[in-house]
């Protein structure tokens, strides 16, 4: 939910600001600008549209030339994308951009008015740029920071500049990330770290109601009362390859590319003499044996990969797992408590309401066990136990090496559950491991198919709304297939567990409407195959995503994706199978025309409610 950069240094500020807003507009993309020191002035430049739109306007306007400067990359809360609603928000003597929501701002603007303040924007941001002009008077940028944040309800990470000093940049968060990039007589702020990668993989994470200043001796920490405080300095793992899209069209298509590594290092990672190892986590066969029961809450992607492991955990170590949607979660007073283990599983670590579910647990006296891909994150920090899955920098909006490295995590945690817990003995805890040790071929198995997928893709470009169906686990994969379909290629797309079609849904079912049946699971797949005829018979046009070896009789699928299985625990048939769904995604979103790595509306990491 967008993205802030800031620079100071000796390199052109506006190539690196914009460079570093390349690499943030997963965040938001309804608009962009940069507010740039030329000399003594602030220069600003920004618009609705794409990066690629401002990119257009430096090139027809000229670019600001200058060292020091902010950036932002907008995903729009309060007022529509335009320009006047873009950042940089500016007041004369303060420019700030602006990541999070103002919650208070409509009472805050009422008084700014009352004081002689006039707004240009709709956005809650800009309340923020005069309310630090307000406090200004002593012309301190600290205090009137300190004065600003304690006033501020809500969530935000700012970046800061004040006219009255040209090199300085001032960052400040609550409940947004920001993060200080530090390099070699040059120093960066940002909203996540591939924004100036390509410069320094060094950095120091701002914590909650923390400011920094960059300056030209280096970087300096504050607290809420202005006093200076020493940060941690650290280095990124990753590298600048990671943030780019290697000779592929897409970010979406090169991560579903990668998802065969990426399990494979989970694996590695996890997996000692055969048989997954949580105790590096903290997590021992001891602790898992005390939980009476198991929450598994997230959004999205990552909550469907929640109910995929909701089957791995129940049947293999019957335990009850219950599966909530995190903003459900957090409203629902849910009766949790000590004994029991509350999983959060996130890609970003930074959505605002799987970080609140967290938080509640964690009051409740349940203990939090977060599934978390990026390590820096606000929830991988604050849950009691953090297992960081190595799917690396996800960049495309429709999360897909992400999913597969939570369900990889979430499959070697119910393996253990279940030998802790006395209901596999260690010969079936090894077989397990060593078959989810062969998804890795599979996966890449599906990936040589694309063709076939890309195919199925064209069988739906033409629709306005399709079905997926399926039962058990095939019911937990159609979820998340149908979510991925909907959101790049922007077809209409319900899923339902199969058996639940006829409870009214079918009568939606007429000639031609494509059915999209995935059979994986054997002991279920006589029923799916019933409800699959049912559709057809009412005219559907049916697609079918199967072990090879189901049987179905002649004409009643008009497409079939047999997917090679061999000897594959149906349990673990979801990961290949996503593959197959996610690249059909991908393909009908290429074939409508869509941008895949942006869609509409959407933005990755959703850090507001
Ligand atoms: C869909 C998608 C979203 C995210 C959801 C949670 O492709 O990516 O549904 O899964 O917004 O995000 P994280 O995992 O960052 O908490």
Redesign the pocket.
């Known amino acids: 939910m967008c993205g802030i950069v800031g620079y100071l240094g000796a390199r052109d500020c506006t190539s690196v600001l914009m460079d570093g807003l390349e690499k943030l507009e997963y965040r938001g993309y309804d608009s962009a600008g940069i507010a740039v020191f030329e000399g003594a002035e602030i220069k600003t430049v920004k618009t609705r549209g794409k990066l690629a739109a401002m990119s257009e306007k430096l090139e027809r306007e000229g670019s600001p030339k200058g060292h020091c400067g902010i950036g932002h990359t907008r995903w729009a809360t309060h007022g529509e994308p335009s320009d006047v609603n873009s950042h940089p928000h500016s007041n004369g003597r303060v420019t700030i951009v602006h990541n999070g929501i103002i919650e208070n701002y409509a009472e805050l603007k009422e008084f700014l008015t009352e004081q002689g303040y006039t707004f240009l924007s709709q956005t809650d941001s800009e309340v923020v740029a005069c309310l630090l002009d307000y406090y200004y008077a002593e012309r301190n940028p600290l205090h009137a920071i300190t004065e600003t944040l304690k006033e501020l309800r809500g969530s935000y990470a700012l970046g800061i500049i004040f006219k009255d000093f040209p090199e300085r940049v001032y960052a400040a968060r609550f409940g947004s990330p920001l993060i200080v990039g530090l390099g070699e007589g040059e120093n960066f702020i940002a909203s996540d770290i591939p924004a100036f990668l390509k410069y320094t993989k060094d950095y120091v994470l701002l914590d909650d109601n923390e400011i920094v200043r960059l300056d030209p001796n280096g970087a300096r920490f504050f607290d809420l009362h202005g006093m200076s405080i020493e940060k941690e300095r650290q280095t990124a793992e990753w590298d600048v390859e990671q943030a780019q899209k290697c000779g592929f069209p897409h970010y979406m298509l090169k991560e579903i590319h990668e998802q065969p590594d990426v399990v494979g290092k989970m694996l590695d990672g996890i997996v000692k003499d055969g048989e997954p190892d949580f105790t590096q986590f903290g997590v021992t066969d001891d602790m898992l044996r005390g939980f009476r029961r198991v929450f598994i809450t997230?959004?999205?992607?990552?909550m469907y990969a929640g109910m995929v492991a909701k089957y791995a955990m129940e049947r293999l170590a019957r335990v009850p797992v219950t599966v909530e949607i995190a903003s459900e979660f957090r409203y629902m007073e849910p009766i949790v408590g000590e004994g029991d283990l509350v999983i959060v599983?996130?890609?970003?670590?930074?959505?605002a309401d799987?970080k609140a579910s967290l938080e509640l647990a964690k009051e409740l006296g349940a203990t939090t066990l977060a599934v978390v891909n990026v390590k820096y994150s606000a929830i991988a920090r604050e849950a009691d136990i953090c297992i960081n899955t190595l799917g690396g920098l996800e960049i495309a909006?429709?999360?897909t090496k992400?999913y597969s490295v939570q369900i990889t995590t979430l499959y070697l945690l119910a393996f253990r559950f279940a030998f802790a817990r006395g209901e596999i003995d260690e010969n079936e805890l090894k077989r397990l491991t060593e078959q989810l040790c062969g998804t890795p071929k599979l996966i890449s198995d599906v990936i040589e198919r694309s063709d076939e997928c890309q195919f199925i893709a064209s069988k739906l470009v033409n629709t306005e709304t399709l079905f997926f169906i399926g039962r058990g686990l095939d019911y937990a994969l159609s979820l998340e297939g149908s979510?991925?379909l909907k959101?790049i290629s922007y077809i209409h797309s319900e899923a339902y567990a199969a058996g639940e079609l006829k409870h009214g849904p079918i009568a939606l079912i007429q000639q031609n409407i494509p059915v999209i049946t995935i059979a994986t699971q054997r002991h279920v797949v006589e029923k799916t195959i019933s409800n699959m005829e049912e559709v057809k018979a009412r005219g559907a046009n049916v697609i079918m995503i199967c072990r090879e070896d189901a049987r179905v009789a002649d004409g009643k699928a008009d497409l079939r994706l047999d997917l090679a299985l061999g000897e594959l625990d149906d349990l673990l048939a979801p990961l290949p199978t996503m593959c197959a769904l996610q690249l059909i995604a991908y393909y009908s979103s290429i074939l409508r025309g869509n941008d895949p790595d942006k869609p509409r509306n959407l933005a990755?990491?959703?850090t507001t409610e």
């Open positions: 997230a959004c999205g992607t990552a599983v996130s890609q970003s670590g930074e959505t799987t909006v429709a999360s992400a979510l991925k959101e990755k990491s959703v």
